[in-house]
T-cell receptor, first 115, second 113 residues
Framework: QQQVKQSPQSLIVQKGGISIINCAYENTAFDYFPWYQQFPGKGPALLIAIRPDVSEKKEGRFTISFNKSAKQFSLHIMDSQPGDSATYFC??????????????FGKGTKLSVKP | DAGITQSPRHKVTETGTPVTLRCHQTENHRYMYWYRQDPGHGLRLIHYSYGVKDTDKGEVSDGYSVSRSKTEDFLLTLESATSSQTSVYFCAITGDFGGREQYFGPGTRLTVT
């Protein structure tokens, strides 16, 4: 029940296209859903995050869509660029009454954007 | 990398030897974490700390111990390294006041031969 399932494992998109990565969870107590971007040889970098009281959050070309009833959330990258080629991780956590809930990560999606 | 340094950045060691990895932060954040990253497994939590001398186990804590004697430093020790502990290790921090964002360091690549 603590798992976060991420798909696809890898994704190839043409420059200018839309990249879509999906995540699903079982634990309805999760209340924080971040996405991380990781380039080779670097640490993961927080990209965008959402809480379940909103259905969508947009930051530039990156949008999180959240479907609470389906227990799914997804990352959309509009107008994908070769510089977006990286591995993306979704994650989720629970806030236990003020103490920090630990992040549970998906297994990652390797995105390649072809010029 | 959000004021986080990890040392060493690369290490090769032999099976059975002890290894200590260091995470240092300049942000004065309360929470610190150690993760390992392996192909096909994503990031898995090893141990975390919620204050000086306050630590707890994560998902994959067997074979690892941690210590935090100062706010800025969080040490991860492999008491007797095994080949299964070959991995990339990341430290992360998060702040107080309800902040949920975790920020990661640059990582340490550890190879156990």
């Amino acid at each position: 029940q603590q798992q976060v399932k991420q798909s696809p494992q890898s994704l190839i998109v043409q420059k200018g296209g839309i990249s879509i990565i999906n995540c699903a969870y079982e634990n309805t107590a999760f209340d924080y859903f971040p996405w991380y971007q990781q380039f080779p040889g670097k640490g993961p970098a927080l990209l965008i995050a959402i809480r379940p009281d909103v259905s969508e959050k947009k930051e530039g070309r990156f949008t999180i869509s959240f479907n609470k009833s389906a227990k799914q959330f997804s990352l959309h990258i509009m107008d994908s660029q070769p510089g977006d080629s990286a591995t993306y991780f979704c994650a989720a956590s629970v806030n236990y009454g003020g103490s920090q809930g630990n992040l549970i990560f998906g297994k990652g999606t390797k995105l390649s954007v072809k010029p | 990398d959000a004021g986080i340094t990890q040392s060493p950045r690369h290490k090769v060691t032999e099976t059975g030897t002890p290894v200590t990895l260091r995470c240092h932060q300049t942000e004065n954040h309360r929470y610190m974490y150690w993760y390992r990253q392996d192909p096909g497994h994503g990031l898995r939590l090893i141990h975390y700390s919620y204050g000086v001398k306050d630590t707890d186990k994560g998902e994959v804590s067997d074979g690892y111990s941690v210590s935090r004697s100062k706010t800025e430093d969080f040490l991860l020790t492999l008491e007797s390294a095994t080949s299964s502990q070959t991995s990339v290790y990341f430290c992360a921090i998060t702040g107080d006041f309800g902040g949920r964002e975790q920020y990661f360091g640059p990582g340490t690549r550890l190879t156990v031969t």
